[in-house]
């Protein structure tokens, strides 16, 4: 990265993404949770005014995935912005397991969409891949459910 581009600050809590989507979409402006909430229900979302006022007093920490979809509308950003990074990873992970299991014929079902023939992009491969390294990390060799990194039960 060139010195030239700003990087944004890490954002770790709920209360510091919604600041920092405040200041970037509404630069230079006070918006009223009211005014927020009239934008998200504008967008086909449902958000209470005080229950936006709570997120950005750090009261609320841990909303429902309703409430960061709405959220999303509100900032016109994704949803997936507003939960904790560790949260994504799982859901790719998850994903990626998925997509595994229905290669191999564990699961059948509609075909995956999305991929050409050619599979994955290099890039998004290694970037996948190291999601993997990380979520194996976090969970220790075998894994959070006694599997082998095969998948098969530990004997």
């Not at 509404?26 to 006022?53: A, C, M, N, W």
């Not at 904790?84 to 564990?106: I, M």
């Not at 599979?119 to 006694?146: H, K, V, Y």
Request: proline residues 6%.
């Amino acid at each position: 990265m060139d010195s030239g581009e700003e990087r944004a600050p890490e954002l770790r809590t709920l209360q510091q993404k919604v600041e920092y989507m405040v200041e970037k979409t509404f630069p230079g402006q006070k918006i009223s949770g009211r005014v927020f909430t009239d934008l998200v229900k504008e967008r086909g979302g449902s958000l209470s005014h005080s229950y936006f006022s709570n997120i950005l007093a750090g009261k609320v920490t841990q909303p429902s995935e309703d409430i960061l979809k709405a959220l999303g509308l509100g900032f016109g950003v994704d949803w997936r912005f507003f939960k904790a990074e560790s949260e994504v990873v799982d859901d790719v992970v998850a994903g990626l397991q998925f997509l595994a299991k229905r290669r191999t014929g564990e699961i059948s079902g509609p075909a995956g969409r999305g991929l050409d023939e050619d599979g994955l992009p290099p890039e998004l491969l290694q970037f996948a891949l190291s999601l993997l390294e990380d979520a194996r990390g976090r969970q220790g060799p075998a894994g959070d459910n006694g599997a082998t990194p095969h998948g098969e039960p530990e004997k």
